[in-house]
């Protein structure tokens, strides 16, 4: 049997995204129609956000523990949280956590390096740019990482906020994103690290001037792995 996945949620439509990758691409391995068990919890994000917002990472991690507890007790044999942000307190955790979570920046530095990137640029919200998550994860991986700069980070985190969580899709935000990703491949990087579990409803290959790392369904897909 395939083992149980436990998905800890943070927002809707990348927690959304990275479920029905799963339930989708299962097939390819499982078999027609099928795919491992799944169990979601999520409290709103408005709860995670007041720990993010005033950087209390240890509150956050328990919000998340909580969660972790919840489907850990429906049978789920391993952890995903489909939050790039939150890792900051995934990274707390620790033994704490009743069942093994796999990481969402480990799985992206380990295709990246299969990949053959040597530089890449990362996007999500100003939190997760600004902080400690990818940067070790890359450097642990023998990669350089590149942010945008301030301007273009405070954009960013602005149409994740205001639109994306939401599942707003403009045409607006799409070019600009394509913009920021076209100074990244000008400051050297080789491919962009779509690291804000939304973003790849806006940004893909097809429009991006950057091969794309998308950490949402690489996150899925490792997690189908696992589960074999």
Known sequence: MPKHIGIVAVSAEGAALCYRTICAEGAAIFGRHNHPEVTMHTVALATHMQH?????????ARLLLESAHKVAAAGADFLICPDNTAHQAVDLIGQRAPIPWLHIAEEVAAIARERGYRSVGVLGTRYLMEGPVYPKRFHDRGLGHVVPEREDRERINQVIFDELVYGRLEDR????????????KHQGCDAVALACTEIPLLID?????????????????AALRAAK
């Open 52 to 60: 993010i917002e005033a950087g209390r990472w240890e509150d956050e």
């Open 173 to 184: 935000a799409r070019a600009e994103f394509v913009r920021i990703i076209a100074k990244l």
């Open 205 to 221: 290959d097809r429009n991006s001037p950057l091969p794309t790392l998308d950490s949402t369904r690489i996150l899925a897909r």
